[in-house]
């Protein structure tokens, strides 16, 4: 009887011992990465993530390597949100490459790096991580994660950024490009680069302008909130109007009369800020000082003395019902 030919173990060549292994693994034997690259995790972002892998299955597996004091267990690589999205589906296993062999951290941000994961705050701690561990020169880790040295440096230096702006640009959805955030980042000191942040989050600066600012040494222009653009707008205007000779706002009737309806309508818009009991105050007081500072004889106007006798009766019995009020509350 002929043999049928038997395959040849080496047909498709020899197997090496550290070639990677695709299993289900038990997410209680995964352990999270303690130098995991990325930092922000979007709660909305792992929901749909999950949503997704409950309806269509995983696409791609997570990466571990073995612990090498506990052969059981798994230290995770890169995938975290598809674990994560596991443990939200209560899933208990996941399906994962076990690597053999490998530096953790350099795979970590590698893998990162590829997948564009990380935001480029978190990326340049990671690579300075990277710098400070295994004292790589930049020419080096350019090499580990596949980029140009002069790459490297410009997104080290975005460490030298203040805190402020990295706690807002990684806490917030920010749509800074990296290539902006690194021009800020040339800036001399902390003064200017927060003065550059404060005007790209108002959205009023560029690459270019941050370029320019910095070639020309000119000050960036910050839009101010509309409530401090009004007030500058009313200091401007009562400026404007210490100039204006009072004879020739007089004689001119219909100046007058538009002045006048200006200060009442101004007064009627700023009185809505305020309760009725302020207002009053308010009124008070300026009363008070319009009284303080007169430099004509008030009894010489019989008109004018008239009003101010009638409002002298009117705020008394407004006192008066006041006090009463008062009393009768303290009774």
Same mark, same amino acid.
């Given at each position: 009887?002929?043999?049928?030919?038997?395959?040849?173990?080496?047909?498709?060549?020899?197997?090496?011992?550290?070639?990677?292994?695709?299993? *289900?693994?038990?997410?209680?034997?995964?352990?999270?990465?303690?130098?995991?690259?990325?930092?922000?995790?979007?709660?909305?972002?792992?929901? +749909?993530?999950?949503?997704?892998?409950?309806?269509?299955?995983?696409?791609? @597996?997570?990466?571990?390597? /073995? #612990?090498?004091?506990?052969? *059981?267990?798994? !230290?995770?690589?890169?995938?975290? /949100?598809?674990? /994560?999205?596991?443990?939200?589906?209560?899933? @208990?296993?996941? %399906?994962?490459?076990?690597?053999?062999?490998?530096?953790?951290?350099?795979?970590? !941000?590698?893998?990162? %790096?590829?997948?564009?994961?990380?935001?480029?705050? +978190?990326?340049?701690?990671?690579?300075?991580?990277?710098?400070?561990?295994? =004292?790589?020169?930049?020419?080096?880790?350019?090499?580990?994660?596949?980029?140009? =040295?002069?790459?490297?440096?410009? !997104?080290?230096?975005?460490?030298?950024?203040?805190?402020?702006? #990295?706690?807002?640009?990684?806490?917030?959805?920010?749509?800074?490009?990296?290539?902006?955030?690194?021009? $800020?980042?040339? &800036?001399?000191?902390?003064?200017?680069?927060?003065?550059?942040?404060?005007?790209?989050?108002?959205?009023?600066?560029?690459?270019?302008?941050?370029?320019?600012?910095?070639?020309?040494?000119?000050?960036?222009?910050?839009?101010?909130?509309? $409530? #401090?653009?009004?007030?500058?707008?009313?200091?401007?205007?009562?400026?404007?109007? +210490?100039?204006?000779?009072?004879?020739?706002?007089?004689?001119?009737? +219909?100046?007058?009369?538009? $002045?006048?309806?200006?200060? *009442?309508?101004?007064? =009627?818009?700023?009185? =809505?800020?305020?309760?009725?009991?302020?207002?009053?105050? &308010?009124?008070?007081?300026?009363?008070?000082? %319009?009284?303080?500072?007169?430099?004509? *004889?008030?009894?010489?106007?019989?008109? %004018?003395?008239?009003?101010?006798?009638?409002?002298?009766?009117?705020?008394?019995?407004?006192?008066?019902?006041?006090?009463?009020?008062?009393?009768?509350?303290?009774?």
């Amino acid at each position: 009887m002929e043999k049928k030919p038997q395959l040849a173990v080496s047909m498709f060549g020899s197997v090496s011992p550290n070639t990677p292994k695709i299993k *289900d693994i038990d997410i209680t034997h995964i352990l999270p990465n303690p130098d995991q690259p990325r930092k922000t995790f979007d709660e909305q972002s792992l929901r +749909e993530l999950a949503d997704s892998i409950q309806q269509h299955g995983m696409l791609q @597996p997570i990466t571990v390597i /073995r #612990k090498e004091d506990d052969q *059981d267990r798994y !230290i995770l690589v890169a995938g975290e /949100r598809r674990f /994560r999205a596991h443990q939200l589906l209560g899933k @208990p296993k996941v %399906l994962g490459i076990v690597l053999t062999s490998g530096n953790i951290d350099e795979l970590a !941000i590698i893998e990162n %790096l590829q997948r564009e994961d990380l935001n480029p705050i +978190e990326e340049a701690e990671a690579l300075a991580k990277l710098m400070y561990r295994y =004292q790589y020169t930049q020419e080096a880790l350019g090499k580990v994660v596949g980029k140009a =040295q002069a790459t490297i440096s410009n !997104i080290l230096n975005l460490n030298k950024l203040p805190d402020k702006i #990295k706690q807002e640009y990684s806490t917030s959805n920010n749509k800074v490009s990296k290539s902006l955030l690194m021009e $800020i980042a040339r &800036h001399e000191n902390h003064s200017e680069q927060l003065k550059f942040w404060e005007a790209v989050k108002l959205g009023n600066s560029t690459v270019r302008a941050a370029r320019e600012a910095k070639k020309e040494k000119i000050q960036v222009r910050v839009i101010q909130p509309p $409530i #401090k653009q009004t007030i500058a707008a009313g200091a401007l205007f009562a400026n404007r109007l +210490e100039k204006i000779d009072a004879a020739d706002l007089f004689d001119d009737d +219909e100046c007058e009369h538009e $002045i006048i309806r200006l200060r *009442d309508r101004i007064n =009627q818009q700023i009185g =809505q800020f305020y309760s009725a009991e302020e207002r009053i105050s &308010h009124a008070a007081l300026e009363l008070k000082e %319009l009284l303080a500072n007169a430099t004509f *004889d008030l009894v010489g106007s019989d008109s %004018l003395a008239s009003d101010l006798a009638e409002l002298r009766d009117k705020l008394a019995e407004l006192t008066t019902g006041f006090g009463k009020e008062k009393d009768e509350g303290i009774e």
